[in-house]
């Protein structure tokens, strides 16, 4: 079965500066899809980022952006420029091509100093 | 406001019990998701709905069921309710594909005493 690890619980970043959070992955398939999930205190679940495995070139939204290395297994997030409001849990999250497996990772906290 | 609504947004029961939860789709989604989320169990994927018809399951026990009607509004009824199914149960709405961008619902926080 597949399974995604966080393995940093909590992190915290000076605002305007950059953090990366850690994310690793196990599959045996070829094709498939990961996510970043954000989850502010409101506890609604917000898209940050995806990225398609067949596509080498990493995923960019604004100010976050990944660092996908599929032989390694591994889908980080930088958060470039940190901003008060991007204090939230963060979930990795992988799906299978076929959609049958969506699973998410335990999330990383991530406290934004002022 | 993800456009996605559940109801109710809590629900105290007790052990042994039944009940509903509702969620209404964006408009013009055809995908329903569910999710549970607690605290020693993290976010779990229980099972999504496309147009009517079951297209994926996860770890949903035997004990919950779920279904989309016509109009595509879902119900997710857990029953014999126990303490450990206490959690924030999430819907969200998206298309057709498999990495289609998911539109989370606020939850419907659920107290199993």
């Known amino acids: 079965a597949q399974t995604v690890t966080q393995s940093q619980p909590e992190m915290s970043v000076q605002e305007a500066e950059t953090v990366t959070l850690s994310c690793t992955y196990d599959t045996s398939e070829s094709d498939y899809y990961l996510f970043w999930y954000k989850q502010p205190p409101s506890r609604q679940m917000i898209l940050v980022i995806r990225?398609?495995?067949?596509?080498?070139q990493n995923a960019t939204e604004n100010r976050f952006s990944v660092n996908f290395q599929k032989a390694a297994k591994s889908f980080s997030l930088k958060i470039s420029d940190s901003q008060l409001g991007d204090a939230a849990m963060y979930f990795c999250?992988?799906?299978?091509?076929?959609?049958?497996?969506?699973?998410f990772g335990p999330g990383t906290r991530l406290s934004v100093l002022p | 406001d993800s456009g996605v609504t559940q109801t109710p947004k809590h629900l105290i029961t007790a052990t042994g019990q039944r009940v509903t939860l509702r969620c209404s789709p964006r408009s013009g989604d055809l995908s329903v998701y569910w999710y549970q989320q607690s605290l020693d169990q993290g976010l779990q994927f229980l099972i999504q709905?496309?147009?009517?018809?079951?297209?994926a399951k996860g770890n949903i026990l035997e004990r919950f069921s779920a279904q989309q009607f016509p109009d595509l509004h879902s119900e997710l009824n857990l029953s014999s309710l126990e303490l450990g199914d206490s959690a924030l149960y999430f819907c969200?709405?998206?298309?057709?594909?498999?990495?289609?961008?998911?539109?989370f619902g606020p939850g419907t926080r659920l107290t199993v005493l």
């Open positions: 969200a709405s998206g298309g057709a594909g498999w990495a289609d961008t998911q539109y």
């Open positions: 709905y496309y147009n009517g018809e079951e297209r």
């Open positions: 990225q398609e495995a067949y596509k080498q």
């Open positions: 999250a992988y799906r299978g091509n076929y959609g049958q497996n969506f699973v």
